[in-house]
């Protein structure tokens, strides 16, 4: 019994090494794509007529496209969201 | 005489066993959590009310040709219903925070340490007389830590059908618990201070680039991890079929009536495995307690991730952040913004905690697909 559960704990010592490694491996591996996907999205802006018109309404950041400033939105969701868990 | 005596056979009364009534006790108790202080009720109703019924002496609801025996046979030995809510809740996910700043990621894959660190431990209660895990029982009880029940449901109906019940019982608890268990753990390994850190607004992110997203996860789990490609595939399937915008109605369909109907049929399926033998054993309180441990590493590690992150960072990160790593969406991200806001009522961390929350949610299908790939 002993030293069945001593290989044992070995073996899982292992897994958690090696699980660990590949799972930051992968996701790491994965920020690189997300970063690639973002700047090729950058270089190759969209060139239909209503995403160009989001893009220059992006390029203000102050303002959201509805028109209302982006602070005022984040205060009025945040708002919202807090009143709806205390409800 | 003799008809009585045939009448009296025929009733529940005379074949009732001390288990069953306790295991019927469970289920109210399970229906009690759900109702009366709405734990998960989703999914505890029908679960309590499936391990009710599997209880009941004469009926037969678990033997083959009971109605939970097919249930069971058809959606969780085969991994079909938690794989289609796994496409729900793909449907459901927004992985926009995630998109605008990427190395949340290593938040989501820092909290799996909760899942390989309790695998360690499953294995070391085998030095306690009663218990004997073999790895693949350990691993199925780990990923509990993973704090995501199809992908805990998925892996156990795998690796340890027999212990399926316990651990979805206990996966789903503690995802109702998380308000409970995370923000002690959150302020023991925080400053004020650092609960304080106000972090950068996310940028705003393309079309293009969240429908590109899940295609990218799905590549690259092909490429390099294909035993994860059920559940990842199954979620990117979701997931582009909201973010293309071409498929409402799939796409609605997804992530309400299907994953509704499921979850009823998968509750009832987890629930038929609450029978007495299997689920009234010294195995089911070591499932237990390892699930807490396994909830309060992973939250741990999410948060010392997140401080070790932002000594290399240039931007600030506010280390609550991290503990949103162990999935649990989106109960986790709120439990951070909740936290957060008691030091300083006007961080909101909501939108940040948003992007390791999701990140978990992937990390937790990888870590299931080394479990799987390793000891399966």
């Given at each position: 019994m002993q030293p069945d559960v001593t290989s044992l704990l070995l073996e899982a010592g292992m897994l958690l090494l090696v699980g660990m490694s590949v799972v930051f491996l992968f996701l790491t591996l994965l920020i690189g794509a997300v970063n690639v996907i973002a700047w090729a999205s950058a270089k190759f802006p969209e060139d239909t007529p209503s995403a160009s018109k989001n893009m220059h309404n992006r390029a203000a950041p102050a303002t959201s496209q509805s028109g209302v400033p982006a602070p005022v939105v984040a205060a009025i969701s945040a708002a919202v969201e807090q009143y709806r868990r205390q409800h | 005489m003799d008809k009585l005596t045939l009448l009296w056979q025929s009733t529940s009364l005379a074949h009732f066993e001390l288990g069953q009534i306790v295991m019927m006790a469970v289920g109210c108790l399970l229906l009690f959590l759900a109702i009366v202080k709405k734990f998960e009720p989703l999914l505890l109703v029908p679960i309590g009310f499936g391990a009710i019924l599997t209880n009941i002496p004469l009926a037969g609801f678990s033997e083959p040709g009971g109605l939970?025996?097919?249930i069971y046979y058809v959606g969780i030995e085969t991994?079909?219903?938690?794989l289609l809510i796994f496409m729900g809740v793909g449907a459901m996910t927004d992985f926009s925070a995630l998109i605008a700043n990427p190395r949340m990621l290593l938040l989501g894959a820092a909290a799996q340490f909760g899942i390989f660190g309790t695998l360690f431990g499953a294995i070391a209660l085998n030095l306690v007389?009663?218990?004997e895990f073999t790895l693949k029982d350990a691993s199925a009880i780990a990923i509990i830590g993973g704090a995501d029940g199809p992908t805990a449901i998925f892996l156990a109906s795998k690796l340890a059908p027999e212990l399926l019940g316990a651990i979805a019982v206990a996966a789903y608890s503690y995802m109702a618990l998380v308000p409970i268990i995370q923000p002690p753990i959150m302020r023991l390994l925080t400053t004020p201070e650092e609960r304080n850190i106000k972090m950068a607004q996310l940028r705003i992110v393309s079309k293009r680039e969240k429908i590109i997203f899940p295609l990218a996860v799905l590549l690259m789990t092909i490429l390099f991890l294909p035993s994860a490609t059920p559940l990842v595939g199954m979620?990117?399937?979701g997931n582009l079929m909201k973010e293309s915008g071409v498929v409402?109605?799939?796409?609605?369909?997804?992530?309400n009536e299907l994953i509704n109907i499921v979850t009823i049929f998968l509750g009832l399926a987890v629930g038929s495995k609450l029978s007495a033998d299997k689920f009234l054993t010294l195995e089911t309180l070591g499932i237990l307690g390892l699930g807490a441990i396994a909830f309060s590493i992973g939250t741990a590690a999410g948060i010392l991730m997140a401080k070790a992150l932002g000594k290399f960072s240039s931007e600030k990160i506010n280390p609550l952040i991290g503990a949103a790593g162990v999935s649990a969406v989106p109960m986790a991200a709120r439990v951070v913004n909740k936290v957060g806001l008691e030091t300083n009522p006007h961080n909101f961390l909501l939108m940040h905690a948003m992007g390791p929350n999701v990140a978990g949610?992937?990390?937790?299908?990888v870590a299931a697909g080394i479990l799987l790939a390793l000891v399966g």
């Open positions: - | 939970l025996y097919y991994g079909v219903f938690p007389p009663g218990f979620f990117c399937l409402d109605r799939l796409s609605n369909t997804a992530q949610v992937l990390g937790s299908a």
